[in-house]
């Protein structure tokens, strides 16, 4: 987070680092400073996936290669991505450093983050949305210190904005919004601080906590603090983008209390999620006709595997996966319903809809360790 | 009727049968202006449009499709292919 300060404040207040050698050039500090003993195994990746499009664009160019082939090979890359990014998380390689002279090198990083970054820009190249990155931009973008953990902002909406950059920082208006967006996310930051510490010592005041506190914890405590932390880092970084003249999407848009699942995924981590829509979400997965349910449970595994290879994170995606599913059957066939009785589960879903989705919310988070012990 | 009109006209009486309105409001409709057109609904939208059309479009070009604008254009591409 200091990192992203300094970088925000160094640009915002020297004029001169306003170009794109000077974006380069606190780029690459911003990553070395946050990526430390991992900033060869970031750059090694990004580098290996920069050399692949490369390659994919120079054939593109001969008119035998047509624009089917560059997609197939962009799966293809993906599908690479995909495996040696499960491969990382299963094996550890994150955290397997080399020793180099005294120091501890790690020659393979690839957070998830830059995991689903990378796929962004293999799925918009393959697809012809946009065209070979200059090296000079691929590495502003890959180092871009307010989106390095999160949230995503794809090459295409990066590309737009390049060139306003050094215009678009002096507009006050945006300051305004930024500062509005600082003081959100500062007290968000607090409040979820606060509430992870009191979790921490409600935890470590006994092993054996009452079933009563490890619900409050379960179903107030651990969420608001998760999302109230992630929330206000996030509002961190979109107040702190517009110093270098960048707009980021926004991430968390008051996910708790929404009517149904649909909702709640609409609201949350917007950023990543709209990725997982639009990628897996729209998607065939090699079927003559899409089905929306193999389609919305490929959309939660991928989000469960995203966060964790394990039994946990499955689980929690599956959990969501089936939620979703239930909630789609319901939505498609509510129109065969009489409208009295369309008119009554309405008026129900009003009320007990937002107190549903988020206990069920919950339970996706708080019960998947119960039911991985009751499967052992 | 030249051919690109008959596709938007094919376009906007499908949207209006699958969102439950008249074919004059659809052109100003879109993803997410529409109770009817959610990320749900609109993988829906887009498996009509195909079937009315036998076509498919390609995956990359599904999440592109938020307007009947968009829907018209992709239509007369992948018909043209």
């Given at each position: 987070?200091?990192?992203?300060?300094?970088?925000?404040a160094?640009?915002?207040?020297?004029?001169?680092?306003?170009?794109?050698?000077?974006?380069?050039?606190?780029?690459?500090?911003?990553?070395?400073?946050?990526?430390?003993?991992?900033?060869?195994?970031?750059?090694l990746?990004?580098?290996?996936?920069?050399?692949?499009?490369?390659?994919l664009?120079?054939?593109?160019?001969r008119?035998?290669?047509?624009?089917?082939?560059r997609w197939?090979?962009?799966?293809?890359?993906?599908?690479?991505?995909?495996?040696?990014?499960?491969?990382?998380?299963?094996?550890?390689?994150?955290?397997?450093?080399?020793?180099?002279k005294?120091?501890?090198?790690?020659?393979?990083?690839?957070?998830?983050w830059?995991?689903?970054?990378?796929?962004?820009?293999?799925?918009?190249?393959?697809?012809?949305?946009?065209?070979?990155?200059?090296?000079r931009s691929?590495?502003?973008?890959?180092?871009?210190?307010?989106?390095?953990?999160?949230?995503?902002?794809?090459?295409?909406?990066?590309?737009?904005?390049?060139?306003?950059?050094?215009?678009?920082?002096d507009?006050?208006?945006?300051?305004?919004?930024?500062?509005?967006?600082?003081?959100?996310?500062?007290?968000?930051?607090?409040?979820?601080?606060l509430l992870?510490?009191?979790q921490?010592?409600?935890?470590e005041?006994?092993?054996?906590?009452?079933?009563?506190?490890?619900?409050?914890?379960?179903?107030?405590?651990a969420?608001?603090?998760?999302?109230?932390?992630?929330a206000g880092?996030?509002?961190?970084?979109?107040?702190?983008?517009?110093?270098?003249?960048?707009?980021?999407?926004?991430?968390?848009?008051?996910?708790f209390?929404?009517?149904?699942?649909?909702?709640?995924?609409?609201?949350?981590?917007?950023?990543?999620t709209?990725?997982?829509?639009?990628y897996?979400?729209?998607?065939?997965?090699?079927?003559?006709?899409?089905n929306?349910?193999?389609?919305?449970?490929?959309?939660?595994?991928?989000?469960?595997?995203?966060?964790?290879l394990?039994?946990?994170?499955?689980l929690?995606?599956?959990?969501?996966?089936?939620?979703?599913c239930?909630?789609?059957?319901?939505?498609r066939?509510?129109?065969?319903?009489?409208?009295?009785?369309q008119?009554?589960?309405?008026?129900?879903?009003r009320?007990?809809?937002?107190?549903?989705?988020?206990?069920?919310?919950?339970?996706?988070?708080?019960?998947p360790?119960?039911?991985?012990?009751?499967?052992? | 009727?030249?051919?690109?009109?008959?596709?938007?006209?094919r376009?906007?009486?499908?949207?209006?049968?699958?969102?439950?309105?008249?074919?004059?409001?659809?052109?100003?409709?879109?993803?997410?202006?529409h109770?009817?057109?959610?990320?749900?609904?609109?993988?829906?939208?887009?498996?009509?449009?195909e079937k009315e059309?036998?076509?498919r479009?390609?995956?990359?070009?599904?999440?592109?499709?938020?307007?009947?604008?968009?829907?018209?254009?992709?239509?007369?591409?992948?018909?043209h292919?």
């Amino acid at each position: 987070m200091i990192v992203c300060i300094l970088a925000g404040a160094l640009v915002g207040l020297l004029p001169v680092l306003r170009s794109t050698a000077g974006l380069l050039l606190v780029s690459i500090l911003s990553a070395v400073g946050i990526y430390r003993f991992a900033f060869i195994g970031y750059v090694l990746v990004n580098l290996s996936a920069y050399i692949f499009i490369t390659g994919l664009a120079w054939l593109s160019m001969r008119s035998a290669f047509v624009q089917r082939n560059r997609w197939r090979a962009s799966c293809a890359a993906m599908l690479a991505l995909l495996l040696v990014f499960l491969a990382g998380r299963y094996y550890q390689l994150e955290t397997r450093g080399v020793a180099v002279k005294g120091l501890n090198l790690f020659f393979f990083s690839l957070n998830m983050w830059a995991f689903l970054r990378l796929i962004t820009l293999l799925w918009e190249f393959g697809s012809g949305r946009i065209e070979r990155p200059s090296l000079r931009s691929f590495m502003i973008w890959v180092g871009l210190p307010f989106t390095l953990i999160g949230p995503i902002l794809r090459y295409s909406q990066f590309e737009k904005q390049l060139p306003l950059i050094s215009t678009q920082a002096d507009e006050p208006a945006r300051y305004r919004q930024s500062l509005r967006r600082f003081l959100v996310g500062f007290v968000q930051l607090s409040v979820g601080m606060l509430l992870t510490g009191f979790q921490f010592a409600l935890v470590e005041s006994g092993n054996g906590l009452p079933r009563w506190e490890k619900l409050v914890i379960g179903f107030s405590v651990a969420p608001w603090s998760f999302y109230l932390l992630w929330a206000g880092y996030f509002n961190f970084m979109e107040s702190l983008a517009p110093f270098w003249g960048i707009t980021l999407p926004p991430s968390f848009n008051r996910p708790f209390g929404r009517r149904n699942l649909s909702e709640f995924w609409a609201n949350w981590n917007m950023t990543a999620t709209s990725v997982f829509r639009d990628y897996f979400f729209y998607n065939r997965w090699g079927l003559q006709k899409a089905n929306l349910y193999v389609n919305t449970l490929m959309v939660f595994l991928m989000v469960g595997l995203w966060h964790g290879l394990n039994g946990y994170w499955i689980l929690f995606g599956l959990m969501h996966g089936i939620g979703f599913c239930a909630y789609l059957w319901y939505s498609r066939n509510r129109s065969r319903l009489t409208l009295w009785r369309q008119n009554l589960i309405d008026s129900q879903f009003r009320y007990t809809g937002p107190i549903a989705t988020y206990l069920y919310v919950c339970s996706c988070w708080f019960l998947p360790p119960t039911i991985l012990k009751l499967i052992r | 009727m030249t051919e690109n009109n008959q596709i938007k006209q094919r376009v906007e009486e499908t949207l209006a049968r699958v969102l439950g309105v008249s074919p004059n409001e659809v052109s100003a409709l879109g993803m997410g202006l529409h109770p009817r057109w959610d990320s749900m609904g609109h993988m829906e939208l887009i498996m009509q449009i195909e079937k009315e059309f036998g076509l498919r479009f390609p995956t990359y070009e599904i999440a592109e499709l938020v307007n009947p604008a968009a829907i018209v254009k992709a239509v007369e591409r992948v018909n043209h292919k």
